[in-house]
C-alpha cells in the first residue's frame, strides 16, 4: 500500500501545482512541467526518506560504498544481468516512443481537423489502455523480485494469472469502445472545436 499513498500523494500535488503555475502564475506549459518535475521530485525525496528511516538494509554505510577491486568481477556479472534483463525493456520503450513521434509528425501536416481528430483518439487510447501498462510494470517489479529469490515457478504462475487479467480487460475494453467510441469521440471532438473545424 505505501507505493500507492506515495503515487496518490504525487498525483494530487501535481494537479494542485499544475492549477497553481498554470492558472494564477499563467505559466503555460513551462507551468505544467515544472508541476510534473517538483511533485515527482517531492515524492521521490520521501519515497528515499521512508525507506531509509524504515529499512535498515538499504542504509548504506561509508565502507559499503567504497569500491574495491576484488568485488569487481561480481559488479560486472550483476551488471551484465541488469542488461540482459532492462535493455529489451528499454527498447520496448524507446520504439513506441519513435513511433509515436513519427506518426504524429505525419498527422501534423494533414491539417488541424485530422489533428483534432487524432488527438481524440489518443487520449481515449491512453485511457484505455493504462491497465495494461499498469499491470506490464507490476509484472516487471513481481518477475524481478521473485527472479532474484530463484523462484521461476511463481514468474511462471504471475505470467499465467497476468495474461488472464489481460484477456478478460481486453474483452471487456472491446465492448465498451465498440458500443461507446462514437459519443466519446464526438464529445471529445465538441469539446475542442474552433471555427476551423467547423
Known sequence: RTPFWFLLFSTVLNIALDLFCILTLGWGVLGAAVATVVSQGVSAALCFAYM???FEILRSTRDERRFRSRHARTLLALAKTLLYIGVP???Q????AI???MLQS???ALGSACVAAFTAGVRIKMFVISP???LGMAMATYTGHNYGAVKPERIWQGIKVAAGLM???ALFAFVVLMAGSDPVS???LRAHETPEHL
Open 89 to 91: 525493456m528499454g527498447l
Open 186 to 188: 464526438y464529445t471529445h
Open 93 to 96: 520503450f524507446s520504439i513506441t
Open 167 to 169: 484477456l478478460g480487460y
Open 132 to 134: 495494461f501498462e499498469s
Open 52 to 54: 531509509h528511516r524504515h
Open 106 to 108: 505525419a498527422n501534423n
Open 99 to 101: 513511433g509515436s513521434i
